[in-house]
T-cell receptor
Framework: QQQVKQSPQSLIVQKGGISIINCAYE??????FPWYQQFPGKGPALLIA?????SEKKEGRFTISFNKSAKQFSLHIMDSQPGDSATYFC??????????FGKGTTLSVSS | DGGITQSPKYLFRKEGQNVTLSCEQN?????MYWYRQDPGQGLRLIYY???????QKGDIAEGYSVSREKKESFPLTVTSAQKNPTAFYLC?????????????FGSGTQLSVL
């Protein structure tokens, strides 16, 4: 119930392509869904977040799509660049509880 | 600059030894967290504290202990009871424990067993 399942584990995309990472959850109490980006040897940093009352949120090249009925949400990175190569974590939380993270996706953007 | 400082960056533990990881924040945040990161396992919650002098166990608290005597500081002790301590440890904080508050992370401590 508390898990957030993330896929794929790793992803290779050509420069300029679209990167798509998916997450699924079971607990319908979750009401905040952030994505974090982590570079090697560093702590994760918030990339973008969404609440379940909207179906999509866009910030620059990064878009979250949210499907409440399917209990799924995804991160789309448009025009992927080598600098986007990092590990991405989806997460979920509710009512002030600690964030629960997915297992992460390692993205490599080839030039 | 405001932020979260973790030290040391690298730490080695001998068998049977307790070690303490430091986490200091100058963001005036109420809530602080410790996560453990293993390759392919994501971030798993060890302990968290929503206010000074109070803390709660996370999903993998066995073999770890914490204290929160000051708002700025949330040290994590890895005890000898933790049989597999090798991991990347991340400290984080947020202004309050409200749901949509941004979580800030430190740069982590890599703990290895000698």
């Amino acid at each position: 119930q508390q898990q957030v399942k993330q896929s794929p584990q790793s992803l290779i995309v050509q420069k300029g392509g679209i990167s798509i990472i998916n997450c699924a959850y079971e607990n319908t109490a979750f009401d905040y869904f952030p994505w974090y980006q982590q570079f090697p040897g560093k702590g994760p940093a918030l990339l973008i977040a969404i609440r379940p009352d909207v179906s999509e949120k866009k910030e620059g090249r990064f878009t979250i799509s949210f499907n409440k009925s399917a209990k799924q949400f995804s991160l789309h990175i448009m025009d992927s660049q080598p600098g986007d190569s990092a590990t991405y974590f989806c997460a979920a939380t509710y009512s002030g509880t600690a964030l629960i993270f997915g297992k992460g996706t390692t993205l490599s953007v080839s030039s | 600059d405001g932020g979260i400082t973790q030290s040391p960056k690298y730490l080695f533990r001998k068998e049977g030894q307790n070690v303490t990881l430091s986490c200091e924040q100058n963001l005036n945040h109420d809530a602080m967290y410790w996560y453990r990161q293993d390759p392919g396992q994501g971030l798993r919650l060890i302990y968290y504290s929503q206010i000074v002098n109070d803390f709660q166990k996370g999903d993998i608290a066995e073999g770890y202990s914490v204290s929160r005597e000051k708002k700025e500081s949330f040290p994590l002790t890895v005890t000898s009871a933790q049989k597999n301590p090798t991991a990347f440890y991340l400290c984080a904080s947020r202004r309050t424990f409200a749901t949509n508050e941004k979580l800030f992370f430190g740069s982590g401590t890599q703990l290895s067993v000698l």
